[in-house]
């Protein structure tokens, strides 16, 4: 017996869905069910980072499709290899493990400091300490390293193993110890949680102290890598080496996967049967990457990167000082993150009418994320109907008021 309403669907209702059906993108547009073209500044959240269908990776995939497109992690997979080559060229990292999604990618690298400290015989170094507002994913593991309440209700008990510090807070040092502490988990730039960058001097009086006594800095790159931030990976405007970093979303262009990179320090302690994927970095996925890769460590590409967003986030800044709806323009290169004094799916519906497509990132924070090519015309006319937006928005809370 079908026990469906006209209203039910077979998927299962874990995502507060728009009433958008997008088919079809190209760049930074997207085409909806019913003809409507929008401006699409959320990039897949952070994933279609060379905007939707780029010929280049299109192309390599189509080749690929036509040669092979599945075979287990027991062989030997030669693009792979080229991809694990490139990312980690020009750095100190000397090995990557390939995997789907940010969440397995610091799954890996929570496994890997685990096993790192089980063959030093120190088991007892079984905490991990990550921030306030941090988020990194929704498994078992890395919902419970996430510090925020909403992502853990339902779901007790956590896995456990991790301790959480305030971001940004000199205190949290505090709690670094050879006693327990297994290594510190961040995102220098926290997107799920509000757009909140790291403060510079903070991350480095933390690694410091961390190199001090011992223990691995994990980096979660997910949202923030891939030339995000106008630098291949965020950590590099820090002066900082991490011993380990994730990296997914933008890494395949929208193609599903993930990489977690580590020093041989620690990549060694993952040995044959400690860790696998079945598709990670299987033959498609790692081909969509490369091409991705070659494109985005281009030094004029990520200087372009530097300088559009600089000038973007400067006029949403001189936009700001035009609307007490704005208390802080904030982020690093096209991870941006306006704070509101309203709710952020206000904005978010009514840019809607004027076909942009944005993101939350919590209840008064609109993330803004655009295709890293963005031309400047798109930038220009986005932040055209931003003005329109907030300008409709503050003149009808007047007239409320006024009432």
């Known amino acids: 017996m079908n026990t469906k309403t006209s209203n039910s669907t077979a998927v299962m209702n874990t995502y507060g869905r728009f009433p958008i059906v997008l088919v079809k993108g190209k760049g930074a547009c997207v085409t909806a069910e019913d003809g409507s073209e929008y401006l699409d500044f959320t990039s897949g959240i952070a994933t279609c980072n060379l905007g939707h269908c780029p010929e280049i990776i299109t192309d390599a995939l189509h080749k690929q499709l036509d040669t092979l497109w599945h075979v287990s992690n027991l062989y030997h997979i030669p693009v792979q290899q080229q991809l694990a080559e490139i990312l980690t060229e ?44 941090s988020f990194h994913g929704r498994t078992g593991t890395t919902m419970a390293a996430t510090a925020q309440e909403k992502i853990h209700q339902g779901f007790a008990p956590l896995t456990p193993g991790f301790q959480y ?26 997107g799920e949680g509000g757009v909140i960058p790291a403060e510079t001097e903070w991350v480095k009086l933390l690694c410091e102290e961390c190199q001090r006594q011992g223990i691995p800095v994990l980096i979660d790159e997910v949202q923030s890598g891939i030339g995000r931030t106008g630098t291949f990976y965020a950590y590099e405007q820090f002066d900082i080496q991490p011993d380990i970093i994730t990296s997914a979303k933008g890494l395949g262009s929208g193609f599903p996967i993930g990489a977690m990179l580590a020093s041989e320090k620690f990549s060694r302690h993952f040995t044959p ?5 079945t598709f990670g970095g299987n033959p498609l996925a790692a081909t969509a990457a490369l091409e991705t890769v070659k494109i985005v460590k281009n030094e004029s590409f990520l200087q372009s990167v530097k300088e559009q967003s600089d000038w973007f986030v400067n006029k949403l800044e001189q936009m700001a000082s035009s609307f007490n709806l704005i208390e ?5 290169g096209f991870l941006i993150g306006i704070q509101l004094k309203i709710d952020a799916i206000t904005v978010i519906k009514a840019l809607h009418d004027k076909e942009i497509l944005t993101l939350p990132a919590g209840p008064n924070v609109l993330r803004i994320l655009p295709p890293l090519n963005v031309r400047n015309d798109q930038l220009v006319h986005f932040a055209n109907k931003l003005q329109e937006v907030l300008t409709e928005i503050q003149h009808n809370k007047e007239d409320e008021n006024h009432e």
Request: glycine content about 4%; aromatic content about 8%.
């Open 165 to 190: 510090a305030n971001y940004n807070d000199p205190q949290a040092l505090n709690m670094i110890n050879t006693d327990s502490t297994a290594a510190v988990m961040l995102e220098l730039i926290q």
């Open 273 to 277: 049967g400690t860790h696998g994927s």
């Open 90 to 133: 020009n750095t100190h990292f000397q090995q990557v493990f390939f995997c789907n999604s940010g969440a397995e990618a610091n799954e890996a690298a929570i496994k890997l400091v685990k096993k790192y400290w089980s063959d030093q015989k120190a088991i007892e170094r079984n905490t991990i300490i990550t921030f306030s507002h």
């Open 328 to 332: 802080e323009v904030r982020g690093k």
